[in-house]
Each structure stands twice: as C-alpha cells, then as structure tokens.
T-cell receptor, first 110, second 113 residues
C-alpha cells in the first residue's frame, strides 16, 4: 500500500517562531489532507489539498503531487498550535481509505 | 452546523459486554468509515460504507460489525469486546467515494477491562 512519511517527528518552537512540516508519499494520490490532533484527541481538519497552495490565517499548505510531497507552514506560532499534525493521503484505489503518516508532535513554548 | 457526531465520547466497559458506538452526520454524505488510533500503530481503517446497505471491511475488521440502514448513521458494534479493542475510535464521512474531503467526528475513547 501507499507509504506516508512525515518529518521531523518532533518539533519544539518558541512562541512566535515559524516552522515547516513535511509529508512525503510513495504513490499517486486522489486526496491529501492535513489534520491537527489537539490535546483532547480531536482531529481538526486543516487543509484538503491534493495539489496547489492554500492559506488559512497563519497556516498555509502546498502540495506538489508530481513530486509526491506536501508542506505545512505555520507562521508566528502560538501555544495553542501544540499537538500532533497528521498528513493523510487517499490512493487511487476503490476504497476511499485515508492512509495516515505517523504524525509530527509540535510543542510551542511561551 | 455541518458535523459528524459520535456517542459516547468516553466509555469504560468490561470484556464481553456488547456495546455500540453511534456515528451520525448531517451533511448527506454517502461515504462513511470507522478508524481506530493506537500508539505506535497510528490510525487504521476498520470498516467503510459507500452508501446505504453497502459496507465492506477495512484493514482491521476483526471483532467489529457495522450497519448502514440510513444514510446519516453508521454505528460500530462490538459484540464481545476484548481488552485489545481499547482504543480511540473515529468516525469519518465524505460526500462520496473518491477525491473528496473527509470529515472526522470528535472521537470515542474506549477502555475494555
């Protein structure tokens, strides 16, 4: 099946810093989404971005489907950005299953 | 508000006592699925449904049942729960099978003793 690798596995930032989170995937995909899992365990949709670039406030994402990677940018980080960030991809098969990466644990310190 | 809801959010139960976790969406989505999340194993799909009365196994279906009698509801049934089913469970939905954004419920934290 499709492989999803996220890097770095852990990231510690000082409040106000910027960061880039990376997601590499091994095959063509129909769908790519970024999620934030908050300390209560909820998965929050950040971006649906199978290709191109999107921005939402301090967050933006870019997917280069032909090169099989996606980047999530966090600018002016805040303590509330802490948590685990997942990239998930949907391959071109019959089941619309999302395959998740292992996640990037982000800690933003005040 | 467009959303996926799950109940209960937290449950502690004992081995062998049948339970049902409900999932409902108000977006008229055709596609729904269940995932479990475990430390070190990540999120894995349990079952999915492409429409009413159409369900199929995901990657880890053993010990679970599902039904899809109505478009909005997709309950997850554990007939005889065991401790290895202790996990965080998520329901998800999307407009249809294919390249559509998927929306996740808030999660159900299940402990089986």
């Amino acid at each position: 099946g499709i492989q999803v690798e996220q890097s770095p596995p852990d990231l510690i930032l000082q409040e106000g810093a910027n960061s880039t989170l990376r997601c590499n995937f091994s095959d063509s995909v129909n769908n790519l989404q970024w999620f934030h899992q908050n300390p209560w365990g909820q998965l929050i949709n950040l971006f649906y971005i199978p290709s191109g670039t999107k921005q939402n406030g301090r967050l933006s994402a870019t997917t280069v489907a032909t090169e099989r990677y996606s980047l999530l940018y966090i600018s002016s980080s805040q303590t509330t950005d802490s948590g685990v960030y997942f990239c998930a991809v949907q391959d071109t098969g019959a089941n619309s299953k999302l395959t998740f990466g292992k996640g990037i644990t982000l800690s933003v310190r005040p | 508000e467009a959303q996926v809801t799950q109940n209960p959010r937290y449950l502690i139960t004992v081995t062998g006592k049948k339970l049902t976790v409900t999932c409902s969406q108000n977006m008229n989505h055709e596609y729904m699925s269940w995932y479990r999340q475990d430390p070190g194993l990540g999120l894995r799909q349990i079952y999915y449904s492409m429409n009413v009365e159409v369900t199929d196994k995901g990657d880890v279906p053993e010990g679970y049942k599902v039904s899809r009698k109505e478009k909005r509801n997709f309950p997850l049934i554990l007939e005889s729960p065991s401790p290895n089913q202790t996990s965080l469970y998520f329901c998800a939905s999307s407009l249809a099978r294919g390249a559509y954004e998927q929306y996740f419920g808030p999660g159900t934290r299940l402990t089986v003793t």
